[in-house]
């Protein structure tokens, strides 16, 4: 072997070793990593930045920016409601998306499948109180296993097809893999389901970020014709939809009556008290009105709290002259007293409150200097997208233009990406600053060290070491060992790369032992999804990765017997195909 091969193996070896000990950050291990490699002479200049216009890692960042538009639909939370409704243990969720996602990934490459089913889980998991972190990593996994049972299942699978043509002149059956991959992607399932809750145990909750501020806020809204609060009695609308009424006005006069006596009308306004997110879905499940202002280009919220110093000390809201000036308008308060009487534009601002103010970024930062507020950190209360059905019949387009090769998959889902943005239902600089860079980061790092390997010939190296000792007369072993080598490599390398690498290696073992090519270029597609060990070898667990918090050795703590399960049943169905 050669100074570059020795010095590619020693680079992989000690980043895996610095990602295992988890006391270093992923992302500066691969760029460490990456400059080593450029040091050495292995990753030439050219191929540093590569890894950020490589494809893998566009597809990436396109699905959370996709993602994150798709959580925001109620078309999304309405499919979720509706297996929150028909399955409520664990388990049985766990089973429902993980099927779900591996029968999706059949027909769409995985990483479409993975962003299909991403949002539908987060959603799940909040309904059910179920920590994502126990149901991500099984999704992962389970999209990846349903991509062997057919030819768009994964880019490597076309890559092996176009092998098989340019050897014998025909391709693969679309369901062809299938005869190993659907043996191995059931009994992985059913490992996965099994093992997952138990892995995972000790996931409790799900670690959202901090928010600063209150729980509940008062705010004033209106009850439309059709919402279903019309027609009860306040105690029966404070119990059914978790809200706190605490005054009714009706055609501009108060409702005086004992509580229990009060029924809601359509046109009421209420002024009421309850969480920001919570009164949200009402509003966007046309229960309530008036909770926001007009969502035009500019306008943001900001909760901001009353100093001891400020001027707005006895103010009522509605004469606060710094707001009216600036267009400032107050949808929200959360105040210290115990007793809340009139409308809410005569409350009275005390010390300690803490106001939520809609407008222009300008606008809200000169008000609260003029009035001696303090802005609070960014509360993030999830945004309803309005157009939700043309956003997702706009990514089911370029989820099928990607199945069927008609366009790239970072093409359709950059299509989509724009669309979705013009649509009005992705806010693309509030995505782009709530991205995971750093898992971007890690995977463009690596791609050029995957190209080193396979540029410095270390791949080939050891494939042709490895086939010299090749049994020629036992071709399950043969199998069994290309299926091996494709596992061993596809940890490092992207799945493609190693199909791109190993499919000549098993075109020449083929050729040599006098085996059919079919077995091997199969363990070669089987093998190169087989990877279940670390965040990096395939995008779908780099995103996983970072929307659960999860460690780096996590993966093979669900990983590692779920490969071995995986390796024993494909080398059984390579004995009797």
């Known amino acids: 072997m050669t100074f570059d091969q020795w010095a590619i193996i020693v680079i992989l070896l000690a980043m895996l070793v610095a990602y295992a000990t988890e006391r270093f950050r992923v992302e500066l291990v691969a760029m460490v990593g990456l400059a080593a490699g450029h040091l050495v002479g292995v990753v030439p200049v050219q191929n540093i930045f590569a890894g950020f216009s490589n494809p893998a890692v566009i597809t990436v960042a396109e699905v959370l920016l996709i993602v994150s538009a798709l959580s925001a639909t109620r078309v999304i939370d309405d499919f979720a409601r509706r297996i929150a409704v028909h399955t409520t243990s664990e388990p049985a969720v766990l089973t429902m998306l993980c099927c779900t996602g591996a029968f999706i990934s059949i027909f769409m490459n995985n990483i479409g499948a993975l962003a299909l089913m991403f949002p539908v889980t987060l959603s799940v998991c909040s309904r059910l109180d179920i920590p994502p972190g126990r149901v991500l990593m099984a999704l992962s996994f389970a999209t990846l296993l349903g991509g062997m049972c057919s030819l768009t299942g994964t880019p490597a699978n076309l890559v ?224 309803r997208t309005r157009a939700a059905w043309p956003s997702v019949a706009v990514f089911a387009l370029g989820v099928v233009l990607s199945a069927f090769d008609v366009v790239p998959t970072e093409l359709a889902f950059g299509a989509v990406v724009i669309a979705m943005v013009m649509l009005g239902s992705l806010n693309l600089r509030g995505a782009l600053q709530d991205m995971n860079w750093s898992i971007v980061i890690l995977l463009a790092c690596m791609i050029p060290l995957g190209l080193a390997v396979e540029d410095t010939g270390t791949a080939r190296v050891i494939a042709n070491a490895l086939a010299d000792y090749l049994p020629s007369t036992q071709p399950v072993v043969v199998a069994t060992m290309v299926l091996l080598l494709a596992v061993a490599i596809t940890p490092f390398i992207d799945n493609v790369s190693t199909a791109v690498v190993l499919s000549p290696i098993a075109a020449g073992v083929s050729a040599r032992t006098g085996m059919p090519l079919e077995p091997l270029l199969i363990a070669v597609a089987i093998g190169a999804s087989l990877d279940f060990l670390t965040p990096f070898g395939h995008h779908n667990n780099a995103v996983v990765m970072g929307a659960a918090g999860y460690r780096f050795r996590d993966f093979p703590r669900l990983g590692a017997p779920l490969l071995a399960i995986s390796v024993c049943v494909a080398i059984a169905c390579f004995a009797v195909i």
């Open 160 to 383: 092996v097809n176009q092998w098989k043509i340019a050897e014998s002149g025909a391709g693969f059956g679309y369901f062809e893999l299938g005869l190993v991959g659907g043996p191995v992607a059931l009994a992985g399932l059913a490992w996965i389901i099994f093992a997952a809750p138990r892995v995972f145990r000790h996931i409790v909750s799900h670690e959202a970020p901090f928010e600063a501020g209150p729980a509940d806020f008062l705010a004033e809204m209106h009850i439309p014709a059709h919402s279903a609060l019309a027609g009860l009695h306040l105690p029966q609308a404070e119990e059914r939809y978790e809200i706190a009424i605490h005054g009714v006005l009706r055609h501009g006069a108060h409702v005086f009556a004992r509580r229990g006596d009060i029924v809601l009308a359509p046109g009421d306004t209420v002024l009421l008290e309850g969480t920001l997110g919570h009164l949200q879905d009402l509003v966007e499940g046309g229960q309530l009105e008036g909770l926001h202002p007009d969502e035009s280009a500019g306008v943001e919220r900001m909760e901001i709290v009353v100093m001891p110093d400020s001027l707005l000390q006895g103010t009522r809201i509605s004469d606060v002259m710094a707001f009216i000036e600036r267009n400032v308008q107050v949808v929200g308060i959360a105040s210290r007293r115990r007793r809340i009487e009139g409308r809410f534009e005569d409350l009275q601002i005390g010390v300690g409150d803490v106001l939520v103010l809609a407008g222009e970024r300008s606008a809200l930062r000169e008000a609260a200097a003029d009035c001696g507020l303090l802005p609070l950190s960014a509360r993030r209360v999830p945004r």
